[in-house]
Every structure is written in C-alpha cells, then in structure tokens.
C-alpha cells in the first residue's frame, strides 16, 4: 500500500507562485509514475502534470511553461512549481501515484490553492 499526502496550497494573488509537495510513505519504492490533478469547483478533476520514475515529464496545455514537475528520488517526494499563478489555476490539487499493479490506484486527500485577482 501507498499512501500520499499533499501540502503547501494556500492563498495567492495572481502572478504569484506556490510550491506543492506530495510526501508518500508505505511501499514508496514500489511508486513509477506520479502526478498531479486538480479540480475547481462545479468541474471535472482533470491531470495538471504527470512524472515517471525516469524523470520524463508531461504538462496539460493550460499549465505549460508556467509550472514544473519534479521528484526526489531518495524519497519519491513530488512537487509542482507553480508561477505565474492566475485565478483560473485555483482548485483542490491531488496527488496520485501508480506502482505498476495498480492502475494509478492511489491518491491523496488534496490541498487548496486559491488565487485572487
């Protein structure tokens, strides 16, 4: 079993930045993918970025350029660069993690981010 918990969302004005942190803890090692999610309210939770377990990253097109992915390998701890922040950035962002078996089974509970104009 994985578990993920995410942390570092909080208010921002527009244009400002945020940095994420997904810690997991379990069978961490096991983890090959990680990414991240996000869902505004009245929408669907949609794929921000994504990060294998070589380092090759992808980025949702409303995202790119302005946000970064990246991963410890010591710890598999995840994070997620955000800069340049706008209102339409804000959501619940979640953690989700796949170890192979699991079919990208395992998610965090997410953290806030709110960006005000």
């Known amino acids: 079993q994985i578990q993920l918990v995410e942390s570092g969302g909080g208010l921002v004005q527009a244009g400002g930045s945020l940095r994420l942190s997904c810690t997991p803890s379990g069978k961490i090692f096991s983890i090959i993918g990680m990414a991240w999610y996000r869902q505004a309210p009245g929408k669907q939770r949609e794929l921000v970025a994504t990060i294998s377990s070589g380092g090759t990253t992808t980025y949702s097109d409303s995202v790119k350029g302005r946000f970064t992915v990246s991963r410890d390998s010591a710890d598999n701890t995840m994070y997620l660069q955000m800069n340049s922040l706008k209102p339409e950035d804000t959501a619940v962002y979640y953690c989700?993690?796949?170890?192979?078996?699991?079919?990208?089974?395992?998610w965090g509970h997410g953290t806030q981010v709110t960006v005000s104009s």
């Open positions: 989700n993690a796949d170890d192979g078996w699991s079919d990208w089974y395992y």
